[in-house]
């Protein structure tokens, strides 16, 4: 019954902006560290940034920093990972994951939980 469940995804074009959402239910993600992933057709599945429960610091990789944000509500039970200036090249799947008693890292296997997917194409 513990399920994130990413929306928010869409055709956007370049230069544009998309915020994604990852909600949690069935356990409070304040305990959890929350990592997005991204995966393109016929690429592997790639961490693109992350965010640490209690302090909240996060990481970035150097292709999305300074372009993408990720953010808590916890009163919302949701994390956000807010995407300006798209490229194409930032055409993907995005997926959030929840760890329990990890540090920010980029590695899929340490998360515990993984949302569905939601699609983001970045076209003109």
């Known amino acids: 019954q513990l399920q994130l469940v990413e929306s928010g995804g869409g055709l956007v074009q370049p230069g544009g902006s998309l915020r994604l959402s990852c909600a949690a239910s069935?356990?409070?993600?304040?305990?959890?560290?929350i990592g997005w992933f991204r995966q393109a057709p016929g690429k592997e599945r790639e961490g693109i940034v992350c965010?640490?429960?209690?302090?909240?610091?996060?990481y970035y990789v150097d292709s999305v920093k300074g372009r993408f944000t990720i953010s808590r509500d916890n009163a919302k039970n949701t994390v956000y990972l807010q995407m300006n200036s798209l490229r194409p090249s930032d055409t993907a799947v995005y997926s959030c994951?929840?760890?329990?008693?990890?540090?920010?890292?980029?590695?899929?296997?340490?998360?515990?939980?993984w949302g569905q997917g939601t699609q983001v194409t970045v076209s003109s």
């Open positions: 994951a929840a760890g329990f008693g990890i540090r920010c890292t980029l590695v899929p296997a340490r998360y515990d939980y």
């Open positions: 965010i640490n429960s209690g302090d909240g610091t996060t």
């Open positions: 069935g356990f409070s993600l304040d305990y959890y560290t």
